[in-house]
């Protein structure tokens, strides 16, 4: 089993609704939790950052962690077609050395 | 501009010739690792430097070296190439290690093929 598990759509939505996009993982000791952003063509950026679990909100972006679920979410509110690309979770804990665990990345398209 | 840079962004080679990737940071970061991205496998860790002359290998570290002589430069290295290491392969550093590792800044790419 895949220790970061996200589904790559494709995942298309109207301008203006609110997407969701989802990652489940395996590893209870995973502490952080990154959503990364990937254009066409460009590298990942980072887009959202959350430790253990909670809330957090960046403008239209809000992220949700629910450890004893082991399932984080991305929100997304008022899309914009500029939010097409790749969204990409990625975590990382103590036990693996901190590092980055990608899932495989969900595929938005924002049609106007 | 804080960026890291790649080179070249897009190689195609044979089989068994050596190459280089070279990568460099202008944001003083210590820790630089390499990725390479395939569909339906995502992004998977080559190799990571903590600091100059430290590395270790990530999840997919076969075929491939690296070395850290120099705090902004970390090359990626294929003594011999073979298909199955065709890809697109992304350096990223960040300026925190260990724990906070999390923000890592990637390059372009650079996108290799291997006949």
């Known amino acids: 089993q895949k220790e970061v598990e996200q589904d790559p759509g494709p995942l298309s939505v109207p301008e203006g609704a609110i997407v969701s996009l989802n990652c489940t993982y395996s590893?209870?000791?995973?502490?952080?939790f990154m959503w990364y952003r990937q254009y066409s063509r460009k590298g990942p950026e980072l887009l959202m950052y959350?430790?253990?679990?909670g809330n957090k909100e960046d403008g239209r972006f809000t992220a949700q962690v629910d450890k004893s679920s082991k399932y984080i979410s991305l929100f997304i509110r008022d899309s914009q077609p500029s939010d097409s690309a790749t969204y990409l979770c990625?975590?990382?804990?103590?036990?693996?050395?901190?590092?980055?665990?990608f899932g495989k990345g969900t595929s938005l398209l924002v049609t106007p | 501009e804080a960026q890291v840079t790649q080179n070249p962004r897009y190689l195609i080679t044979v089989t068994g010739k050596k190459l280089t990737v070279t990568c460099s940071q202008n944001?003083?970061?210590?820790?630089m690792s390499w990725y390479r991205q395939d569909p339906g496998l995502g992004l998977r860790q080559i190799y990571y430097?903590?600091?100059?002359?430290?590395?270790d290998k990530g999840d997919v570290p076969e075929g491939y070296k690296v070395s850290r002589k120099e705090k902004r430069n970390f090359p990626l290295i294929l003594e011999s190439p073979s298909p199955n290491q065709t890809s697109l392969y992304f350096c990223?550093?960040?300026?925190?290690?260990?724990?906070?590792?999390?923000?890592?800044?990637f390059g372009p790419g650079t996108r290799l093929t291997v006949t």
């Open positions: 990223a550093s960040s300026g925190r290690s260990g724990r906070g590792a999390y923000e890592q800044y």
């Open positions: 944001m003083n970061h210590e820790y």
């Open positions: 430097s903590m600091n100059v002359e430290v590395t």
């Open positions: 959350t430790y253990s679990s």
């Open positions: 990625a975590m990382s804990g103590a036990n693996s050395g901190y590092a980055l665990n």
């Open positions: 590893n209870s000791a995973f502490q952080y």
